[in-house]
């Protein structure tokens, strides 16, 4: 019995998606809820697994070809899943040899006796990892998701992103005359809807931004003076600067609501509630997920849904209700170093703070010269909104929830 392969239902907000790899071959044997196959659409990465043991007997949609909701991308022919595929493979006409295996079939005798569950052996196949490389930690030697991401976190060889949007896309190599070489790939669909995005905020928004810098140091001394009981109480939960950000930038979105509201049309929304989206770096592009209620949450919530996020992104598994939404959005450019920036606005917010590195300066305390670790802070906002008045007060707020954190609590 054969069984369509549908694609999913994709929700209003996304009018279509594009194939962007298929983990499968015709003639391949597949399990019931093996993944098969991924579709990239504007926001986020759907995964479509097998519905039925057996063999794929057709691939309908190709890696690059757009589908729309529910449609025919491919077939499975019912039936044992042990199938195996070079047999089905050989009825082919021209192909009396069977196919090569793979040199990472073979490597080791490791490599054939470790199992390994689907999402590690999906990591190893996107960064060009080896089986025998990795330790396995689970049952009998399995290999798991964690054992693959520890592994890369170690410094194990990974493919570059180029290289990864190359396997995910199809490529076009060429030399030119003087014997240098170019590679030109398809832009994936999230980066492009992000550009899109991008261009239109600076185009559209009469945005401007404002710079003020923080001292560190308390919130400093606070991380080292309770991280290793922060953490032991919130079951590894690491208590990092991003927390304190978030419940300092909630705290003067409440003062200043106009920072907090978005421009829909002609009309002025007003939100009675602090939804703060987080931007998120993603193999295929930046991505922003939302924190949800946030002004409920404590810090150690705030730290382990940031984390969590974080993963998702990186996994490409963030679903499109999480990252819909936000009144409000914090980037933090300086995990990568950066100093000083202009952060482009997230429409139809009209606000967003960017973080930057933590650096050592001298600055005058009290007459006298001190050493302190400081940051920049930017406040980019939509002029026809937010006033120089407000944006201006709504940093140094910031700035002054951070450097005497006790205001957090005592709410002042």
Same mark, same amino acid.
């Given at each position: ?140 030697? +399995? ?40 590679? +030109? ?98 193999? +295929? ?6 924190? +949800? ?120």
């Amino acid at each position: 019995m054969t069984i369509e392969i549908k694609a999913p239902t994709l929700p209003e907000s996304v009018p279509d998606g594009t194939i962007a790899t298929w983990y499968k071959s015709e003639g391949d044997s597949v399990s019931r809820d093996e993944l098969l196959v991924d579709i990239e659409t504007d926001k986020v990465v759907i995964e479509v697994v097998s519905p039925t043991d057996g063999v794929l007997k057709e691939i309908i949609k190709n890696v690059g070809d757009t589908i729309v909701s529910n449609e025919a991308i491919g077939s499975v022919e019912a039936g044992e899943a042990q199938a195996k595929s070079a047999p089905a493979k050989s009825e082919k006409p021209g192909e009396s040899e069977p196919e090569p295996v793979s040199e990472k079939a073979t490597s080791s005798d490791d490599a054939d006796s470790a199992p390994v569950s689907p999402a590690a052996k999906k990591l190893i196949d996107e960064n060009n990892l080896t089986l025998a490389s990795i330790e396995g930690t689970g049952k009998d030697g +399995r290999v798991t998701k964690e054992d693959v991401v520890n592994h890369l976190e170690k410094g194990g060889s990974a493919a570059s992103t180029s290289s990864k949007q190359s396997t995910d896309s199809p490529a076009v190599s060429s030399t030119s005359a003087e014997g240098r070489r170019e590679e +030109r790939v398809p832009m994936t669909r999230l980066r492009a809807k992000v550009a899109e995005r991008l261009l239109q905020a600076t185009q559209t928004t009469a945005m401007l931004t404002t710079f003020n810098e923080v001292n560190m140091k308390p919130v400093m001394d606070i991380r080292s003076k309770y991280k290793e009981e922060f953490e032991k109480a919130h079951d590894g939960v690491r208590l990092g600067f991003m927390s304190f950000f978030v419940r300092a930038c909630i705290e003067a979105l409440k003062r200043y609501p106009a920072v907090n509201a978005s421009i829909d049309g002609n009309d002025v929304v007003y939100h009675g509630y602090q939804d703060i989206g987080v931007a998120v770096s993603s193999p +295929r592009g930046l991505v922003v997920p939302v924190l +949800r209620n946030a002004d409920n949450m404590g810090l150690a919530q705030i730290e382990q849904e940031i984390r969590t996020y974080g993963e998702k992104a990186r996994d490409g598994k963030l679903a499109i209700e999480e990252m819909t939404g936000g009144t409000f959005t914090i980037s933090n450019g300086g995990v990568f170093g950066s100093l000083l920036s202009t952060p482009i606005l997230n429409p139809p917010q009209t606000a967003i703070l960017g973080m930057h590195k933590i650096q050592e300066r001298p600055m005058a305390v009290d007459g006298e010269v001190v050493v302190l670790p400081m940051m920049y802070l930017a406040l980019s906002y939509d002029h026809r909104m937010i006033d120089g008045k407000e944006a201006v007060q709504f940093l140094v707020t910031v700035k002054e929830l951070l450097e005497d954190p006790t205001r957090l609590l005592l709410e002042i």
